[in-house]
Structures are given as C-alpha cells and as structure tokens.
C-alpha cells in the first residue's frame, strides 16, 4: 500500500495546528470555570479538523457534506449549555465560543490557515480584554431580584414604587405574595450600581420593613 507522505504530513500539521487553537481558547475558558473547558473544546476543534478533512477526501462532487453535519452537531452542543434563570440568561458565550472553534476547526481541516489563525487571535482578544469592557458596561447596567418583606398593617408598597422612580431605576413586580402576618413583595429592579446600592439604603434605613434580599 502507498503511502502520500506529503497529504500525511500536511494532514498531520492540521491537526497540530486545531489542537494549539483548541487549547489556546479552551485555556481562557477553563480560567473562567466555563462549562465548556479545555478538554471540551481542544476536541471541539479537532473534530471540526477531522469531520472537513474526511468530507473533501471522500466526499467526491460534494465535498461538503459531512462537514455540513458538524454545523448541525455544534447546535447540540451550544444549546446544552445555554440556562436561564428569571430574566438572566447564562451560557451564550460559552455557545458562541463552542461554535465558533468549530468553525476555526473547520478553516483548518480546508487548509485555511490564514483565517483559522487570525479568527482565533480575535476570539482570544474578545474573551479576555472585552471582559474589563463587559465588568464596566455591567455596572452601568445591573438586573437584580429584590424580595422585601414588611407587617401587613404597613402599605409600603407605594412608598417603595415612589422610591424606584425617584432613583430612576426601572422595575417589574412579580409577585404579591402574602405569609401569615406579612406582605412579601418581589420585584425585578434594574439600573446602575450606584442606584440600586441607594436603593438598598433605603430599604436598611426604612424601619417598618422587616427584611429584604437580593
């Protein structure tokens, strides 16, 4: 049986090269403690490599068609780790970045090595100096959960809405809920740090209400 020594070694460098990328996003990604880490997307990246590499060798008059299917497989993957709690829904970097390493994957096993190199050097700027941007536009803008409970026999529920929109902080009430001898009220506040730490002052300083968390 003869061998292509060249196809191997090229073979063999792409490869390589999938796994370097795997491991320089999952390295940021395993930092952060993120559901998808390194392990998870070096085999991201090298599935990705191998499926297109599979699909131009054998693939004949339609070379895509196997590496189409790592589009739809990527789709699982994502949305696996996608959660949403409330009003805050989690995960959909880490979706992004599963998807995304696929496709820098796929760039490889075509031989693209101009595009798989400088995609991945923008992905690892986005996820590690976007973060600080991210830290400082998340104080500008926070969502928090409030439950404050306070005796029936107070009607704070105008003073505490009056409060709100005196601070200009924007919210949603959930829920009225009654226990035994209590109101607890349950809203979605949103607004700047420094707005909703006002806010909580006030709730510390009103002496008619019994507790509060958030």
Same mark, same amino acid.
């Given at each position: 049986?003869?061998?292509?020594?060249?196809?191997?070694?090229?073979?063999?460098?792409?490869?390589?090269?999938?796994?370097?990328?795997?491991?320089?996003?999952?390295?940021?990604?395993?930092?952060? +403690?993120?559901?998808?880490?390194?392990?998870?997307?070096?085999?991201?990246?090298?599935?990705?490599?191998?499926?297109?590499?599979?699909?131009?060798?054998?693939?004949?008059? +339609?070379?895509?068609?196997?590496? +189409?299917? &790592? &589009?739809?497989?990527?789709?699982?993957?994502?949305?696996?780790?996608?959660?949403?709690?409330?009003?805050? &829904?989690?995960?959909?970097?880490?979706?992004?970045?599963?998807?995304?390493?696929?496709?820098?994957?796929?760039?490889?096993?075509?031989?693209?090595?101009?595009?798989?190199?400088?995609?991945? &050097?923008?992905?690892?700027?986005?996820?590690?100096?976007?973060?600080?941007?991210?830290?400082?536009?998340?104080?500008?803008? /926070?969502?928090?959960?409030?439950?404050?409970?306070?005796?029936?026999?107070?009607?704070?529920?105008?003073?505490?809405?009056?409060?709100?929109?005196?601070?200009?902080?924007?919210?949603? /009430?959930?829920?009225?809920?009654?226990?035994?001898? +209590?109101?607890?009220?349950?809203?979605?506040?949103?607004?700047?740090?420094?707005?909703?730490?006002?806010?909580?002052?006030?709730?510390?300083?009103?002496?008619?209400?019994?507790?509060?968390?958030?």
């Amino acid at each position: 049986m003869e061998i292509d020594l060249q196809f191997d070694l090229e073979s063999a460098f792409r490869l390589f090269l999938s796994f370097v990328i795997g491991t320089a996003i999952g390295m940021e990604r395993e930092y952060r +403690s993120k559901a998808a880490g390194l392990r998870t997307i070096i085999m991201i990246c090298l599935g990705a490599t191998i499926f297109t590499e599979i699909s131009i060798a054998i693939g004949g008059a +339609s070379p895509d068609r196997i590496a +189409s299917t &790592v &589009v739809t497989g990527i789709g699982f993957l994502g949305a696996g780790v996608i959660f949403r709690d409330g009003l805050t &829904v989690s995960g959909i970097t880490t979706a992004t970045t599963i998807w995304i390493s696929a496709a820098l994957g796929m760039a490889v096993g075509a031989g693209e090595y101009f595009i798989a190199l400088s995609g991945s &050097v923008i992905v690892i700027v986005v996820l590690t100096l976007f973060e600080k941007v991210k830290l400082q536009i998340s104080r500008q803008h /926070q969502a928090r959960t409030y439950k404050i409970e306070f005796e029936r026999t107070h009607a704070l529920k105008e003073l505490i809405n009056v409060k709100l929109s005196s601070l200009q902080l924007r919210y949603l /009430q959930e829920r009225d809920m009654k226990k035994e001898d +209590s109101t607890i009220l349950v809203y979605e506040v949103f607004g700047t740090e420094a707005r909703l730490e006002a806010f909580n002052a006030f709730l510390k300083e009103e002496a008619r209400i019994k507790c509060y968390e958030y």
